[in-house]
């Protein structure tokens, strides 16, 4: 039974690029959600994924925005990079009504 | 927001040692996890336990929601117990929202 994946592992960006992270949910879980870790801190919750849509959105710009596939993946996007996008991006899923969520190993993004 | 403080920040063991983190939330919760970050990043379910206790091996973990903490318990800690501890919550009219602490990192010395 795989576990929730993300790819890439790591990615290295300049200012005012735009990247694309990517997410598969642990098998027969359809809700996706996306965390942001700066160094030394605990991870921040950026959206979820349920059902290709939006769900809940935390406190994070326009810049950041997701989409979710009908196989329950998931994509992250964030535009015009700033320094300060550089984080460890984390993704969890979780099935309908349950709330236990399982996160995939992280993306390192590094903006120089 | 809800709003939730682990203590301590820093935790150095000698290997044998027992331990307790705790975790405070400022709100009810319908959702509490803990999770183990290692050197790697990679977060790993220890518990799911928005109330009870509950043992997992060497781990047990304890929360109390009408008094808002949670504890997690580590016994015998060993070198690959090293890492970052978290607590995680959601509240109870909001459960797309998982707030996590600050953590405790903890260092087991051989």
């Known amino acids: 039974d795989a576990g929730v994946t993300q790819s890439p592992t790591h990615l290295i960006k300049t200012r005012g690029q735009q990247v694309t992270l990517r997410c598969s949910p642990k098998?027969?879980?359809?809700?996706v959600s996306w965390y942001q870790q700066a160094l030394g801190q605990g991870p921040q919750f950026i959206f979820q994924?349920?059902?290709?849509?939006?769900?809940q959105r935390g406190n994070f710009p326009d810049r950041f925005s997701g989409h979710q596939f009908p196989n329950y993946s998931s994509e992250l996007n964030v535009n015009a990079l700033l320094l300060g996008d550089s984080a460890l991006y984390l993704c969890?899923?979780?099935?309908?009504?349950?709330?236990?969520?399982?996160f995939g190993p992280g993306t390192r993004l590094t903006v120089l | 927001g809800i709003q939730v403080e682990q203590s301590p920040p820093d935790l150095i063991l000698q290997e044998g040692a027992n331990s307790t983190l705790r975790c405070n939330f400022s709100d009810s919760v319908n959702n509490l996890q803990w999770f183990h970050q290692n050197p790697w990043g990679q977060l790993i379910n220890l518990f799911y336990?928005?109330?009870g206790t509950k043992q997992n091996g060497r781990l047990s973990a304890t929360t109390v929601a009408t008094e808002r903490y949670s504890l997690l318990y580590i016994s015998s800690s060993q070198t690959t117990d090293s890492g970052v501890y978290f607590c995680a919550v959601e509240r109870s009219y909001n459960n797309n929202d998982m707030r996590f602490g600050a953590g405790t990192r903890l260092t087991v010395k051989p």
């Open positions: 336990i928005p109330s």
């Open positions: 994924y349920y059902e290709e849509e939006e769900r």
């Open positions: 098998s027969g879980h359809d809700t």
């Open positions: 969890a899923s979780s099935r309908t009504n349950t709330d236990t969520q399982y």
